[in-house]
């Protein structure tokens, strides 16, 4: 009988662990569904602010422009795409936002520094550099 | 049954066979991407000036495999436009069955000089 007892009650210990790692399996596979933004942090440089804009208005560049620029501000998170920080960038008056992704998934399998197989698939965070053109200003002065 | 297991199997080797780059931006502002091959991995500071990017931290590699995780620094950090990383701290961690994985954790700095 107290056999009987102590084997059920593991099982249901086990049982319960098993409804626990679900639960915990299901969380994490939902909240990575979910597209939430994690780790957000950004910075604002600019001593003025800039009245905010059209996200359309704002163009999303993956490298340095060749117009001279000053950066305004530098967005940074997990999870949040280009056309985020399109629209961060709108709303403190940006004309272009420079996005780029860092770090995340590497293959063992790599043996080439410049071989990167998962590279813009699998990355850890995604920045943005919130930019105003300075040519556009002089002509606007 | 069966689809479980390979299923499982998969992502274990998936798993296995990955490591993990961290790569945090601390600097200001935006620099080019520069080639991962050119990318040092120092020890100690450079006598040259320099920006610091960012910070990187590197895991799940064997214990064996240091000049392949310095690639993994050199090819993550590539991206921030890192012309070099020093390295700040290395260890090893267990990873089952007897085994060690590797991590390092450093600085992304960029040679001011180079363009």
């Given at each position: 009988?107290?056999?009987?007892?102590?084997?059920?009650?593991k099982?249901?210990?086990?049982?319960?662990?098993?409804?626990?790692?679900?639960?915990?399996?299901?969380?994490?596979?939902?909240?990575?569904?979910?597209?939430?933004?994690?780790?957000?942090?950004n910075?604002?440089?600019?001593?003025?602010?800039?009245p905010?804009?059209?996200?359309?208005?704002?163009?999303?560049?993956?490298?340095?422009?060749?117009?001279?620029?000053?950066v305004?501000?530098?967005?940074?998170?997990?999870?949040?795409?280009?056309?985020?920080?399109?629209?961060?960038?709108?709303?403190?008056g940006?004309?272009?936002?420079?996005?780029?992704?860092?770090?995340?998934?590497?293959?063992?399998?790599?043996?080439?520094?410049?071989?990167?197989?998962?590279?813009?698939e699998?990355?850890?965070h995604?920045?943005?550099?919130?930019?105003?053109?300075t040519?556009?200003?002089?002509?606007?002065? | 049954?069966?689809?479980?297991?390979?299923?499982?199997?998969?992502?274990?080797?998936?798993?296995?066979?990955?490591?993990?780059?961290?790569?945090?931006?601390?600097?200001?502002?935006?620099?080019?991407?520069?080639?991962?091959?050119?990318?040092?991995?120092?020890?100690?500071?450079?006598?040259?000036?320099?920006?610091?990017?960012?910070?990187?931290?590197?895991?799940?590699?064997?214990?064996?495999?240091?000049?392949k995780?310095?690639?993994?620094?050199?090819?993550k950090?590539?991206?921030?436009?890192?012309?070099?990383?020093?390295?700040?701290?290395?260890?090893?961690?267990?990873?089952?069955w007897?085994?060690y994985?590797?991590?390092?954790?450093?600085?992304?700095?960029?040679?001011?000089?180079?363009?």
């Amino acid at each position: 009988m107290g056999k009987n007892r102590r084997q059920l009650a593991k099982e249901f210990k086990i049982r319960n662990d098993c409804a626990r790692m679900k639960l915990i399996a299901l969380l994490v596979f939902g909240l990575s569904f979910a597209g939430c933004a994690t780790d957000v942090a950004n910075r604002y440089y600019a001593s003025e602010q800039y009245p905010p804009k059209n996200k359309a208005e704002v163009l999303i560049l993956d490298s340095k422009p060749t117009r001279a620029f000053i950066v305004i501000a530098d967005f940074q998170s997990r999870g949040e795409t280009p056309s985020d920080l399109q629209e961060k960038a709108a709303k403190i008056g940006a004309d272009a936002v420079i996005v780029s992704h860092i770090g995340g998934v590497y293959s063992r399998s790599e043996e080439w520094a410049s071989k990167d197989r998962y590279q813009g698939e699998f990355h850890d965070h995604i920045l943005g550099t919130a930019i105003k053109f300075t040519e556009e200003n002089e002509n606007a002065n | 049954m069966r689809i479980r297991s390979i299923t499982i199997l998969a992502l274990l080797l998936l798993l296995t066979a990955c490591a993990s780059v961290d790569v945090t931006k601390t600097g200001k502002g935006f620099y080019e991407p520069t080639t991962p091959a050119e990318v040092q991995i120092l020890k100690t500071l450079p006598d040259y000036k320099y920006v610091e990017l960012g910070t990187v931290t590197v895991s799940g590699f064997d214990s064996k495999e240091t000049a392949k995780m310095h690639n993994a620094i050199r090819a993550k950090s590539s991206a921030l436009g890192a012309t070099a990383v020093v390295l700040t701290e290395e260890g090893l961690t267990p990873g089952g069955w007897g085994t060690y994985r590797r991590w390092a954790t450093g600085v992304a700095i960029r040679n001011i000089n180079s363009q």
